[in-house]
C-alpha cells in the first residue's frame, strides 16, 4: 500500500509539474508572439511614413522637373517631414551620377557618391518602381548605421534620372527595442525576407547586413508561407536557446522576431517545480516512515496470528481435499455423478436467467463389455482415463463441466452453446478417441470408439427441468448406437 501511494505521490507530482511547465511556456510563447506583431506593426509604420515621402517626392520632381525652384520646395517639405518622423535621419536626392542634389541629413558630408552602392546600381539598372529597402550600410553623409529606403527617379523620356533615398537611423530601433525587458538574453531584431539581418537590439553594427536565410524561422516562411508563429531554438548567431515568436508583413518583405532566453524564461517554472519536487518528497518520506511503523505492528501481530492462521490454513486444506474426494471420480479425474448433477442445476438456472442456450452432451464407449472381456479391467482402466483425457481436451471454457456419468458414460456440459457448436465439440472428441487408435478387436471398427448424444435447450422455455435435457440427450445418445455407433447424434427435440 505504501508503494502504491509513493507512486501515486510521484506521478502527481510529475503530471503537475509538467502541466506547469507546458503553461509557462505557453504563456511566454504568446507573449513574444504578441510583441513580435506590436513590433512589425511599429517598423511597418516607420516604413510607410518614409514611403510616403519618398513617394511624394518623386512625383513632385518627375512632374516639375529638377530646376533649383522644384528642388528648393522638395528641400522644404523634406525638411518638415524630417522634423516630424523622428526616426528617419533624412531624405536625400541623388543624381545619375550617384551625387547628392539635396538632403536634409544634419551636418551631411555631400562629396561622397553613392555610385557604387546596391540600392543605386540596382535603380539605375532597373526600371521597377517600387520601394527598395536596402541592407544596413554606414552612411558616408554622417557615419551612422542605416537603412536605405529607396525609389528610382526617372525624367520626362523615362530615363534614369536619380534616385531619392529615406535613411532609417539604426540605433534609434536598437534603443527602442533596449527598451523593452526581454531579460538580458533576449534579443529583438528585424529580418528581410530574404534574409539579411536589418536590426538586432543585441551588438547590431557587428552584425550588420548578416546573411539569416538558413534560419528555421525564415525557412518556415519563406518555405512553407508561415506567417505568424513561435519556435523553440538555438540562435545561429551566439548559440543561446530562445524562446521565439515572430511576425511578418503584409506591406514589406521584412519579420520582426522576439525572443526570451529559454533558461531565463523557464527559471521561475524551475523553481516551483524544485519546490514542488521538495514538497513531494517530504510527504514520500512521511508515507514510508508511517508505511514502516505499520509494517512493523503488522508483523508484530502477524507473528501472534501466524500459529492460528496456519491451523486454518491446515483445516481449509483438509477440507478442500475433502471436497474434491467427494465430488471427483476417482478413476478419471473427471467431476463425479454428484457433482455434476449440481454442475447441471446450476447451469440450467444460470442459462434460464439470462436466456442464454445450454448443451448437455452424453458419451458411451462402444463395445466396452467386450474390451474388458478380452483386455481385462486394468487395461478398460486405463481406456476410461485415456477417454476422459481426451475429453478434458476439448471443455477448454472454465464454465465447461466434464463428469463421469456412470460406468463407461461419460458426460460434458456446455453452458452458452446451441447444438451447432454442442455438435462440433462432440465431434472433435468422437475423433479425438477414434485418433487414439486403442485397439478392440470386439468392435466392428477394430479400434475403441465412442457414441454421443447431444441435447440443447433454452431452459425455461424449450426445456422446463434439468431431466429434460438428461433425457434428450440419453435418447439421442440410443439413436447413436442403433444407427451403427462411432457417431454424434442430435436431439430431435425441440432447443
Known amino acids: 500500500m505504501t508503494s502504491v501511494v509513493g507512486v501515486a505521490v510521484l506521478l502527481l507530482t510529475y503530471l503537475q509539474v509538467e502541466w506547469d511547465r507546458r503553461e509557462a511556456l505557453r504563456q511566454h510563447v504568446a507573449d513574444m508572439e504578441n510583441l513580435s506583431t506590436a513590433l512589425t506593426r511599429q517598423a511597418e509604420s516607420t516604413i510607410r511614413d518614409a514611403h510616403t515621402v519618398l513617394i511624394g517626392i518623386q512625383r513632385k520632381l518627375q512632374v516639375s522637373g529638377y530646376g533649383a525652384e522644384s528642388l528648393r520646395e522638395v528641400l ?125 537590439s543585441r551588438e547590431s553594427a557587428q552584425n550588420a547586413g548578416l546573411d539569416m536565410s538558413k534560419s528555421p524561422v525564415l525557412r518556415a516562411v519563406n518555405e512553407n508561407g508561415v506567417k505568424r508563429g513561435s519556435m523553440v531554438l538555438t540562435a545561429m548567431i551566439d548559440g543561446v536557446k530562445r524562446i521565439y515568436g515572430f511576425d511578418t508583413s503584409d506591406e514589406y518583405p521584412i519579420l520582426v522576431a522576439a525572443s526570451l532566453g529559454e533558461e531565463q524564461a523557464m527559471a521561475a517554472w524551475r523553481t516551483r517545480a524544485l519546490q514542488t519536487w521538495s514538497l513531494s518528497g517530504g510527504v514520500l518520506v512521511i508515507v514510508i516512515a508511517m508505511g514502516w511503523l505499520i509494517w512493523r505492528a503488522l508483523g508484530r501481530q502477524g507473528r501472534m496470528e501466524a500459529r492460528l492462521q496456519s491451523m486454518h490454513r491446515d483445516l481449509a486444506l483438509a477440507n478442500h ?42 458419451l458411451d464407449v462402444d463395445y466396452f463389455k467386450r474390451f474388458n472381456d478380452q483386455y481385462g479391467h486394468p487395461a478398460g482402466d486405463d481406456a476410461l482415463r485415456q477417454v476422459a483425457a481426451v475429453l478434458k481436451q476439448h471443455a477448454r471454457r472454465s464454465a465447461d463441466t466434464t463428469a463421469r456419468y456412470g460406468g463407461e458414460e461419460l458426460a460434458l ?83
Request: proline share 4%; aromatic share 4%.
Open 413 to 495: 456440459i456446455l453452458p452458452g452453446s446451441e447444438s451447432a457448436s454442442a455438435m462440433a465439440v462432440a465431434e472433435r472428441i468422437r475423433a479425438g478417441v477414434e485418433a487414439l487408435a486403442i485397439a478392440n478387436q470386439g468392435s466392428p471398427y477394430a479400434n475403441l470408439t465412442l457414441s454421443i448424444g447431444v441435447a440443447s435447450c433454452i431452459p425455461g422455455q424449450t426445456m422446463q427441468t434439468p431431466a429434460d435435457l438428461v433425457a434428450a440427450a440419453d435418447v439421442a445418445l440410443y439413436a447413436a448406437k442403433g444407427g451403427g455407433r462411432n457417431r454424434v447424434m442430435l436431439s430431435e427435440q425441440p432447443a
Open 321 to 362: 481435499a475433502l471436497q474434491i474426494i467427494a465430488g471427483e471420480d476417482a478413476l478419471t479425474g473427471l467431476a463425479n455423478r454428484r457433482r455434476l448433477d449440481e454442475a447441471l442445476h446450476a447451469a440450467f438456472q444460470l442459462a434460464a436467467a439470462q436466456r442464454q442456450p445450454l448443451s448437455f452432451v452424453l
Open 76 to 200: 522644404e517639405v523634406a525638411r518638415a517631414q524630417s522634423a516630424i518622423l523622428t526616426d528617419v535621419e533624412g531624405f536625400t536626392v541623388l543624381d545619375a551620377d550617384g551625387l547628392p542634389l539635396l538632403t536634409t541629413v544634419p551636418n551631411a558630408a555631400t562629396q561622397h557618391t553613392a555610385r557604387d552602392r546596391d540600392y543605386f546600381v540596382l535603380h539605375s539598372t532597373h526600371r521597377a518602381t517600387g520601394l527598395h529597402i536596402g541592407a544596413p550600410i554606414q552612411s558616408r553623409m554622417s557615419g551612422d548605421w542605416v537603412i536605405s529606403l529607396t525609389l528610382r527617379l526617372n525624367d520626362a523620356n523615362g530615363e534614369f534620372r536619380g534616385v531619392v533615398l529615406a535613411t532609417l537611423l539604426i540605433q534609434r530601433f536598437v534603443d527602442f527595442y533596449r527598451s523593452i525587458d526581454v531579460g538580458s538574453q533576449g534579443v529583438l531584431g528585424m529580418v528581410k525576407r530574404d534574409g539579411t539581418l536589418l536590426v538586432r
